[in-house]
């Protein structure tokens, strides 16, 4: 097995010259240099991909082959194969695709493809999320508490089991705004990530995705029903840390559920003397 670098989130700003040569493409090469970054590059979409899937696998987020991560750097797209081992995947077993080039979904074309397999069944969704959000990472996890949040969402009834709400908890502070808006929220805003019912093929939950991209537009996650979640973000560290704080509250909010606490609750200001 090739030795899988350390991702590096804190450089997301590659320098000029190994920009250039991540980008440059040609239309009728297999543009394998997209996939052969070199070890030191770590925050290259081909690098980081296989090192942050294996993190992931290690939190049952990507087990059984579930799961996975995609990057956006300007037009180029990097995405994992469907049914790999997540934690064992390196840069050579990635697809790369064009945004630019996907008028049509059924017929995508891709830059680069590796001799065998095909591209994960989440791809769909993740050029959702950098088409319609620009995003520059996306994340799908199968995490236990997603899945526990939509099924008590769900013993909730029809009424009450399409997003999942929460507020006064200082983890909420992880998240952003919104769809280009500045800053995060506070401790006391009120985080509210939709709930799509899951379908039988991966690929079909697409339309419903877009559709609660639409119904809450400052969202950066949606819920699968009895499946598990999709987290986007502008950058790397962005997504990962919304992913992170997310499953935080997710697993913090069972457990209240467990204790009879609610998830909504009214928490007076506190007055300080520097005002805010
Ligand atoms: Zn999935």
Redesign the pocket.
Known sequence: MSKRPEASLDSQMPDADQKRRRLDISENGDNAHLVTPEPHDHDHPANLIPALCAKFWTLGWVTGT??GCSIRDDDLVWVAPSGVQKELMTSSDLFVLSVAQQTDPKNRVYLHKPPAGRPSQ?TPLFMAAFTKRGAGCCI?T?SHWAVLVTLILESQGPEKDKAFEINNIEQVKGFGRGHQKQGNLDYHDTLRIPVIENTSH?EDLTEFLEEAMEKYPDTYAVL?RR??VYVWGDNVHKAKTMCESLDYLFQLAVEMKQLGLPWISNVSKVVTSSGR
Do not use: A, P, R, T
């Open positions: 579930g799961g989440c799908h199968h991966e699968v499946h598990g």
